[in-house]
Nanobody, 121 residues
Framework: QVQLVESGGGLVQTGGSLRLSCAVSRSPRSIDAFGWYRQGPEKQRDMVALIGGGGTVEYADSVQGRATISRDNVNNTVVLQLNNLKPEDTAVYYC???????????????WGQGTQVTVSS
């Protein structure tokens, strides 16, 4: 069973920074998209930042200029650095990967269990 293992998060003050890391528990055949979503209280789950297999990067408008996403294709990890945090960044952050696990399988979506980020005002 392949899992996405998240680390980071917690309680941060307004204006602070956080670093979220996610690792794949065992090497897949390929990782297409890799990144982070978040779900605030009584909100839908939205994309925060994604990085494609070719290195293309996409950020949500709400974090543009404050977020940096990077991936390590050797260790199958992705890191999100989010600066100048605001109370509205408070959410559960989920690691996401679109992966093909074996040569026989199709590429499909995987999610981490989520990590809480709370930004205090």
């Amino acid at each position: 069973q392949v899992q996405l293992v998240e680390s980071g998060g917690g309680l941060v003050q307004t204006g602070g920074s956080l670093r979220l890391s996610c690792a794949v528990s065992r090497s897949p055949r390929s990782i297409d998209a890799f990144g982070w979503y978040r779900q605030g209280p009584e909100k839908q789950r939205d994309m925060v930042a994604l990085i494609g297999g070719g290195g293309t990067v996409e950020y949500a408008d709400s974090v543009q200029g404050r977020a940096t996403i990077s991936r390590d294709n050797v260790n199958n990890t992705v890191v999100l650095q989010l600066n100048n945090l605001k109370p509205e960044d408070t959410a559960v952050y989920y690691c996401y990967a679109k992966m093909q696990i074996t040569i026989w399988g199709k590429s499909r979506d995987f999610w981490g269990q989520g990590t809480q980020v709370t930004v205090s005002s």
